[in-house]
């Protein structure tokens, strides 16, 4: 008898039999695994210790985020160079996160990179060579912002390989930053503000300075080239090092003034006898910021409208300083000012117009009032310090310097008006040893000896000390006059004493 083919042999009854077959065989399997994983889960309960099974629950989800990855949803902003498509207007953005990313890469992890360089102005007025490390098109790098993966991707399209518009018409480059989409209101709300703040750290010490002077109502600015530094700054290393961590604390504060709802801005009161550096301390502070100086000459302004138009103004990142601030009102009690900026016609100035000339409005009051008349008043600046500076733009500092502190307003004084007093006093040991070192690059000398004693016990400003070093480039010969001024100044003080002395035996002796 012939044998069919086993495979003909397959009736579809035996096929559906088999299927059925497999079908509770899988279920069986199915029902024994669940079966199982509930009895080792019980037995996990029962047997393993918390520790462990905590352990076990966090590889669980290492593995899980490990493996699946991947399926995060993903999120691209695209940063193009130039905003308008067309090449003429640069992205402000684009041209910070390369600044930032210039930090950032490691030039090991790429195939090419490339360099650019740019012509800088330095801080004496001088020009140097910086050179930028970016991204070629096609590489990528990753950010690491508060434990989150930030990717960036240059990208180039169109144009020909000169750079130039070819086939592929204008040749655009952008920047893809990528992240997980739930990070996409940190990236927005924190991590681009960040990359734009850092970038314009990075580029604070190639801001060209200048110096602005009121006339009138408005202000000319002039290149300011002030050489002076922290560096070159004769005084008490540990007060140098406050003011220093004071500015630096302050740049990094935005975020912070923000949300404690303060206007972003600082301010300082020097006080100290005449030439111990606090017009030098004001031009090394917008040195190292790199912030616009604003010379408010008071005794220009004649109308608090001026002053306010004055004061709004000035862009962001600017110091205002207002020298010997005790000269600039007189000791009229507080209530006359008030009085004295009520008779104040209230004038409508247009802050719009950059017009230095006076208009005819505001003439009106001067030849209603016959002579010019100071109707500026210290609650006047302060208030509008305050008020004004919280409204019109941010990162101001402001600067007081006087003579006298004594002589102040207390409504100056009074706490939180100005956030630090700086005293600078005459020229101390450490102080004279900077200036030594500026003038001669000299850090020892015979008669430093003599000089540290004698210095101490008596009143010479920097300015003096600096007076002497000029006299002679022979760092001896200048040296020997200085230890000369100082004894001096020192028996003219030992006499100053004595005859003070004398006076209080004199009169102990009338009393007895
Ligand atoms: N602390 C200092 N460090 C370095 N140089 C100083 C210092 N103090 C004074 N000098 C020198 O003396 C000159 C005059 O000093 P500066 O005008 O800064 O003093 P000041 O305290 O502002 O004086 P004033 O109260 O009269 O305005 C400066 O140009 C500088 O050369």
Redesign the pocket.
Known sequence: MDHLPLAAAVTPESQQGRALNAYRKALATAASVAAHSVLARTMARELLPDELRDAARWGAKFVRARFFAAEKQRYTLVIRRHVDGGGYNENQLFMAARAYLATKIDPRAMRRLAVAGSRCKEADGSSSWRTLLCMEPGDSTTDVFDGVEFKWTSIETGGDDDGKKGNGGHRSKYLDLSFDAEHTAMALERYIPFVMATAEQLQRPERVLKIFMNEWRSWSAFNHHHP?TFD????DPALKQSIVADLDRFLKRKEYYHRIGKAWKRGYLLY??????????VAAMANYLRFHLFDLDLSEVRLNSHLQRLLVTMPNKSLLVV??IDCCFDAKPREDHKTAAALEPAIDVDYSSDSSSPSSSDDAPLKAYGEPQQNITLSGLLNFIDGLWSTSGEERVIVF?T?YKDRLDPALLRPGRMDMHVY?GYCGWE?FK??VH?YFLVDDHPLFPEIREVISQVDV???EV?EMMLRSEDADVALRGLTELLRDRGRKAGKEADIKNDVVVETEGNVA
């Open positions: 002076a070159t700054l004769a005084m100290g006898p005449p030439g111990t550096g606090k017009s030098s301390l020298e010997d310097t003579n600078m102080a900077t200036l500026n400003t920097p300015a600096s």
